[in-house]
């Protein structure tokens, strides 16, 4: 649409978790509906390399691209709101800028200049926002820029968008402010005093915000928009309010009413026509409008906070959707899971997700689970460590091999149904050595996988390092377990099922990452349509 790229710059104040991501990923869906070519990344400020080695306490899920990089779990809200495949490109930290810079500096590429965050750093910054820009596939590339203005680690960013802003010119690139604006209830108003300096902490840094987007629990007067457009340098127009929402799925039309897109268009120098945005209000009204639910049991062990398995419960969202059907998730911690439990907390469920993850805690008790939904005929889905989990209870209870285990549980298991992939062995280093990205799958036809697919051959994202141990492959299958979906150039397990039971898939990829609200994934869609039918009987 345009043969010059336009740069968007995200940034936040006052406090963190404020959504920067999911305005970025709204106001790209709105881009998005008036024909423009729209991707987002993330700048990350902290020092590790990628999100790979991070507890899923510390950050949440870690989401993995299909070119096998681990990411932030913004690159999520990204991919769901655009149906758009990020990469390795969209996500950078600041481990991985210095570790460019440190790599550039040990080859001598600096022809023996002294290595300083100006300009080195904010060079290497530069050249990453620009490197999606210079494949020619988009018009608009948004940047996040993650934490909060005045954070000493985000000050090279910050310094990097304000050379940016002036290498690009003034209608190439802009910059959008997310704030806070409070509501003290013991004086009954907004306060916009943390705004005013936000944005002043913001223009130490020689930035200007061109528009500002403030949170807030009540609607913003006019009279205050005028005062915050006055205090902040910004035109009044461009003074957002983005409410709270009951879903994050209503902002793309919080922000079509405020005009953000117009004002964003506008700036730059843009088109602006009506958004079409009709499949995702489809979805929209679909999930806010169910004919019926279910309940289902999310079995983890990092049940407390929501974020890590934040791909899964979207899923959900998207093939309840789908379905006409709220879904309702419970969830169960794996570590508290026995035998004189176990029917009282899945007794009543609809269906169980037996979720992914990593170390011996909570282990038996997601043996424990699996057995149950087995012999009482719940719909059951088993992803990735849920998959292997679902191998050994087999191995266990049905063939009888007592001290069936992983290796990653008991390094010395006689009987390891699920062994470290034969590549991983020689490994010693723990970031970004995983099994990671899309790999191929090549389904049996007549099976659930088969069926829901409607494909011969799938290619779905992994993390992983253990894998279904194919030396126990003809008693499993001769016991009742069948390995449905196979790796065609490895002869990796993929996919196990038992087809005497109603519905019950185990995978070793993680569908969730690439469910999004224009194509909800068939294999939730499937097992929602599943414990739905359950819940019926």
Avoid at 3 to 22: A, Q, R
Avoid at 312 to 341: M, Q, T
């Amino acid at each position: 649409m345009t043969s010059k790229i336009k740069y968007i710059f995200v940034t936040g104040g006052v406090t963190s978790s404020l959504g920067k991501g999911i305005i970025a990923a709204s106001l790209a869906k709105l881009l998005q509906g008036q024909g423009y070519r729209v991707t987002i990344q993330k700048l990350d400020p902290y020092i590790n390399v990628d999100p790979g080695t991070l507890n899923p306490y510390e950050h949440g899920e870690c989401y993995v691209t299909e070119d096998g990089a681990e990411t932030d779990l913004d690159l999520g809200h990204y991919e769901r709101f655009l149906n758009v495949p990020t990469s390795q490109a969209n996500n950078v930290t600041t481990g991985r800028i210095y570790q460019s810079v440190i790599q550039k500096e040990r080859r001598g590429e600096f022809l023996g200049k002294t290595v300083q965050v100006v300009p080195h750093i904010t060079d290497e910054i530069k050249r990453r926002v620009q490197l999606l820009g210079q494949s020619e596939d988009y018009d608009i590339v948004i940047t996040e820029i993650g934490g909060t203005v005045g954070d000493i680690e985000s000050l090279p960013y910050i310094e990097a968008v304000r050379q940016l802003r002036w290498d690009l010119g003034e209608d190439n690139g802009l910059v959008i402010h997310l704030t806070l604006v409070p509501y003290l209830s013991a004086a009954g108003e907004l306060k916009t005093k943390p705004t005013q300096h936000s944005v002043k902490t913001l223009m130490e840094s020689g930035v200007q915000a061109d528009i500002l987007v403030c949170r807030t629990e009540h609607d913003l007067p006019k009279d205050l928009r005028r005062k915050l457009a006055l205090f902040c340098n910004v035109k009044e127009e461009a003074v957002i309010q983005s409410i709270d929402a009951s879903t994050i799925y209503d902002v793309p039309n919080l922000m079509l009413d405020e005009g953000l897109d117009k004002v964003v268009l506008k700036k730059l120098g843009l088109k602006s026509t009506v958004p079409d945005i009709s499949i995702w209000n489809k979805f929209v009204h679909r999930h806010k409008n169910p004919k019926s639910e279910v309940t289902i049991g999310l079995i983890g062990k990092y049940v407390e906070l929501q974020d890590s398995y934040k791909s899964i419960l979207e899923a959900f969202i998207h093939a309840g959707a789908e379905n006409e059907v709220k879904v309702k998730i419970e969830s169960i911690h794996s570590e508290y899971l026995n035998d004189e439990n176990i029917k009282l907390k899945l007794g009543h469920l609809d269906g169980v997700l037996v979720a992914p993850g990593f170390g011996e805690r909570g282990i038996e008790g997601k043996i424990t689970a699996v057995k149950f939904v087995r012999e009482n005929n719940i719909p059951f889905l088993g992803i990735c460590l849920g998959m292997q989990m679902a191998v050994i209870e087999f191995a266990r209870n049905v063939i009888g091999i007592a001290n069936a285990n992983s290796k990653e549980m008991d390094a010395d298991t006689p009987n390891p149904v699920i062994d470290l992939m034969e590549e991983q062995k020689t490994i010693t280093e723990k970031g970004g050595t995983m099994r990671l990205g899309a790999w191929s799958c090549e389904l049996t036809q007549d099976s659930i996988a088969g069926k829901v697919y409607k494909e011969d051959v799938i290619k779905e994202r992994h993390r992983h390092r253990y894998e279904f141990n194919s030396n126990y492959k003809p008693q499993m299958e001769a016991a009742g377990m069948l390995a449905t979906g196979l790796n065609p150039d490895t002869g990796l397990v993929e996919i196990v099922e038992i087809p005497s039971h109603p519905w019950f898939v185990g995978v070793q990829y993680h569908p969730e990452y690439k469910s999004t609200v224009a194509n909800p994934h068939p294999l939730f869609v499937a097992f929602v349509k599943a414990a739905l039918s359950n819940r019926k009987k």
